[in-house]
């Protein structure tokens, strides 16, 4: 039987026999000479790496994909004897495109040849040949993946998101053929489906508002195009969602208009699905949610305790020694970090970065101080400043520079700073438990009066100055106080105990809940006083219970109800809806991130309409693949929780998120151009 030589020799030219017994070839395409046999020319002609020979470069497409549709079909080679190389042309089925095979190459078909010769054949598998190959693919691959980011300015951490994982699965099973939509369909079409996706998405939460309840925040803000807008979002202890975004462009912001858009918005929920709104301290705000409150009665408007907190910060900032300390403080902190050889030096002497200071964030002000007191800063800034390298900086010889270091040699500026960060750490506690997501309600009004009685008690201050800080606190809480907080204290398992003697503001607040959640139903009222009555000497057995006592479970208000409040029904439906509450606007202030990411200056020719749109898609995907990863689980915050943040880092994260530092640090920089411009001439 005559034997047929294999496809690939055909490419090549026999020059001669090499000493090892390989013949010597040259490629007809590019004329290269190598050593080789049939394995070797195929990697030539594909360019396969790692059998070290060099790819065919003049190797025409039509040639290469014949050529890889041979390969696919070819099966048991003898490498001993390169004319013995055959290929079963049953299997180079032509009805099968190159193109596909090349994509699936650990799916190429496999043969067998007919009787060996009368010379023994050594049988070779081509899986080295399929590994190179796909080899070769997933480079390929990757030349087109990060030629997109880089092209594309994609930042590279984008390349472990799910979505983009998502992405290559589906275009890797939709194969070679697939075409990607045309930037219309993606801008009209496919956007609407993803909204109507994303919609039906969160049913499951909507549904949950019927039980729990919701609470709807809104916020505004001004985009790149300066055009006005107002946001609005619903919270609950299931999370946020996103609702809609209006364009208040040459309107006047009244209460009245505000109160429309927001009727809109309790009107798609549901009334009775919506337990309070919650703005800021505006006063159109305010004028919006007496009005909704009118309305509904059963609807309370509650003022955002986080904006409330950073107005308590800024009546403290105000008084006289806490000015003047933040002053010194401020200065310190821009000087240093104004000039690149002062911050650089800093750095060689502290572990820790300076917080620059912020004009829009009160809140954050001291947490600057509370930074600017840790060993490390403190330390750095002490060494630096009497360093060698400090003293030869021309800057250091300047008035401001001598000044500078003046007060970080005081031992009052750090005495002061450390009276400041006393009196403020009880209220930043507050503050972590409210700006936060999910449920809080129960724990605000505790939370507070411990903050007011802590700050009393501080000792090393003065009297006199701590009883102005007592009456700053309790004039914004007073402002900040809603029935709901009152009543989240009262259903709160854990306070249990504190409530067997309310007092008379208390009652008060208790009783406006309960009127006012059952629109004035005396009957219901009744049922809602004699269940309270059960819950608050636990006459019911499911009260009585020693796991209804557990402390860890109390911890858990919402599951706590859940668990053990089925004999006492009507104050179970209430106590879970005023409890999955939160107390804060502050996640529909943290969303105007999510429009700058998307309305920038490179895409400011985008409709409100169409932003609207794609925020709404971004901020509502984060809920829907949070529920798919840890399922539609409860968001209630804990003292434990809370007493477990020994710094700041999430807060300063979050209040990050809300401030432009550009416009943030543009007056305190101004205040120092002309210091500065001294220490530029020295």
Known sequence: MVKQKSFEWNHVAILRKHDKGMPVVQCNHCHHVFVGGPFRIRAHLLGLKGLG???????????????QKMVSGCANVDMNDESSMECNAENCSTNVDANVESTSINEMPSSSFGNASSKKMKVDNVEPLK??????????????????FFVEDIPDVKVGS??????????ALAGPSYEPPSPYQLRKRHLNEEVKYVENEIMQIREKWKTIGCTVVSDGWS??????????????????????????????????????????VILDIGP?????????????????????????PMIFFTRCTCHCIDLLFEDIGKCAWVHDVLKLATKVIVFITRKQYSLAMFRKFSEKELLKPSTTR?????????????????????RMVVSEQWCQWKGSKTQLGEEIVSIILDASFWANIKKIVKICKPILKVLRLADREGATMGLIYECTHRMIEEINHIEDVDRLLLDEIREICMQRWTMLHSPLHATGFILHPIWREKIQDIDEKLNTSWMETIMRYTNGDIPLCGVLLDEFYAYKTQQKSSFQVPMANDPTRMHDAIKWWETFGASTPNLKRLAIRV??????????????STFSSIHTKKRNRLTHAHVEKLVYIHANHCLIRRIKERGLCLIEATLDMINKEEDDERLLRMQNQAIDENEAHKDIMDELEDTDDECDSA
């Open 579 to 592: 409890l999955s509450q939160g107390s804060c606007a502050s996640s529909c202030e943290r969303n105007w």
């Open 362 to 382: 009160f809140a954050y002000s001291f947490i600057m101080l509370s930074n600017l007191l840790d060993d490390r800063v403190k330390g750095g800034l002490r």
């Open 223 to 264: 985009d790149t195009k300066n055009r006005p807008i107002i946001n609005v979002m619903a919270t609950s202890a299931y999370g946020t969602v996103f609702l809609k975004s209006v364009d208040t462009s040459g309107e006047y912001k009244s209460g009245e208009y505000i109160f429309k858009i927001l009727k809109d």
């Open 53 to 67: 020979v060099d790819k065919c470069r003049q190797i025409d497409a039509v040639i290469k994909a014949e050529v």
């Open 162 to 171: 799910t979505y983009f994982r998502e992405l290559i699965k589906a275009v």
């Open 131 to 148: 590994m190179l190959w796909q080899k070769q693919l997933d480079k390929n691959a990757d030349e087109a993946i990060r030629r997109f």
């Open 272 to 296: 009775s699905n919506v337990v309070q709104v919650c703005m800021d301290n505006a006063t159109n705000c305010v004028v919006a949610g007496r009005m909704i409150e009118k309305e509904w």
